[in-house]
């Protein structure tokens, strides 16, 4: 093959993070423009578009893990995250050599806040997250961060 390849996969999550670590929610939603299983492979590959591929299942993975390991880092600072929403993509570029591989995952996280932290604090609790995140300890894959931060007004979900 020598096409390169995306897989993209939208996540959502609200709450807040303001009570603590013992107190916020771990539940959050994720897309990958189709049903989840049952799986399929890659329609580059003869699989089936309408199905999740286990390239998407590596995305899911990896910005899940990068999510808990962000709300973790903010819950424990005491910063409260209102809202975390990310599309992550994953690209698997064409090889001259050697087997296909997933490159690079790119999260694109768009944080909101209450208050005024700055955004360099909001920087390093993303970074931090990075390094504790298992998932992407765990992969060769490269992992690149492009967060984007929102503060919500007088305390309130935007």
């Not at 609790?125 to 992407?136: P, Q, S």
Request: with cysteine; proline share 6%.
């Amino acid at each position: 093959m020598t096409d390169r390849h995306e897989y993209v996969v939208d996540l959502s999550w609200s709450g807040s993070t303001g009570e603590g670590y013992e107190h916020y929610a771990r539940t959050y939603e994720m897309s990958t423009g189709g049903a989840l299983g049952p799986f399929s492979a890659d329609p580059a590959f003869g699989g089936d578009a309408a199905l999740a591929n286990p390239e998407q299942l590596l995305v899911m993975a990896a910005v899940s893990c990068q999510l808990l390991s962000f709300l973790a880092v903010a819950a424990r600072s005491r910063v409260d995250v209102i809202t975390y929403v990310d599309r992550a993509v994953g690209v698997m570029p064409p090889q001259s050599e050697g087997p296909m591989w997933v490159t690079t995952i790119t999260l694109s996280p768009q944080i909101t806040v209450r208050g005024d932290v700055p955004e360099a604090k909001l920087h390093r609790m993303v970074e931090i997250g990075h390094r504790e995140c298992f998932i992407a300890n765990s992969l060769r894959t490269q992992i690149e961060l492009q967060p984007e931060f929102r503060r919500s007004p007088h305390g309130l979900s935007l």
